[in-house]
Nanobody, 123 residues
């Protein structure tokens, strides 16, 4: 089992910045990749960014150049630096271990999710 706890959400004006953190604990060795997802009211959960244990991070087009995903493997912590925030970025942000983006279905590592943290960007 892997436990994920997010922090760092809040209210910020458009153009501002926030940094989300996700502390992982438990069976860390079972984590092959991590990622951030978000869900806005009335919309489906969507991938924001993902990063494998070894390799290059992936970003959705809407955040590329504004958001940066990173991992501190010593602290077992995932980060999402969000700059130039827009009202459209308002959502609950979820941390994921072994996110579906890399593998989904039979034979894939177990997906784990945090409880979510609210990010609200005012205009």
């Amino acid at each position: 089992q892997v436990q994920l706890v997010e922090s760092g959400g809040g209210l910020v004006q458009a153009g501002g910045s926030l940094r989300l953190s996700c502390a992982a604990s438990g069976s860390i060795s079972s984590i092959a990749s991590m990622g951030w997802y978000r869900q806005a009211p009335g919309k489906e959960r969507e991938l924001v960014a993902a990063i494998p244990n070894e390799g290059i991070a992936h970003y959705v087009d809407s955040v590329r150049g504004r958001f940066t995903i990173s991992r501190d493997k010593i602290k077992n912590t995932l980060y999402l630096q969000m700059d130039s925030l827009k009202p459209g970025d308002t959502a609950v942000y979820y941390c994921a271990a072994n996110p579906p983006y890399y593998c989904s279905g039979y034979g894939c590592p177990t997906h784990y999710w945090g409880q979510g943290t609210q990010v609200t960007v005012s205009s």
